[in-house]
């Protein structure tokens, strides 16, 4: 099957550490049978952080706006935005 690849910037509110929200975005991701390939934290200011992170899953039908859905729905994100997806290698 194949397989898709995005990137993904989630906007933190800064209740929780990044590295926690990483960790959960890991595991709600793999419940899709998704992968986090990797991530970058960007400090924005006032304690504000944003992650750019990069993750693969099977390209179905409306599998993006289930990985929208499952980001948006851990707890320390504030946004995320779909920044690109392509077809992975």
Not at 55 to 70: K, N, Q, S, V
Request: without cysteine.
């Amino acid at each position: 099957m194949a397989r898709i690849m995005a990137l993904v910037r989630v906007l933190l509110d800064g209740s929780v550490e990044p590295a926690k929200v990483v960790q959960e975005l890991q595991e709600v991701i793999s419940s899709i049978d998704g992968k986090l390939e990797k991530y970058e934290e960007k400090p924005i200011g006032f304690g504000i952080t944003s992650l750019s992170i990069v993750l693969t899953a099977p390209e179905e039908d409306g599998i993006t706006d289930r990985i929208m859905d499952i980001i948006q729905g851990v707890k320390g994100v504030s946004s995320a935005e779909l920044e690109g997806v392509s077809r992975a290698g």
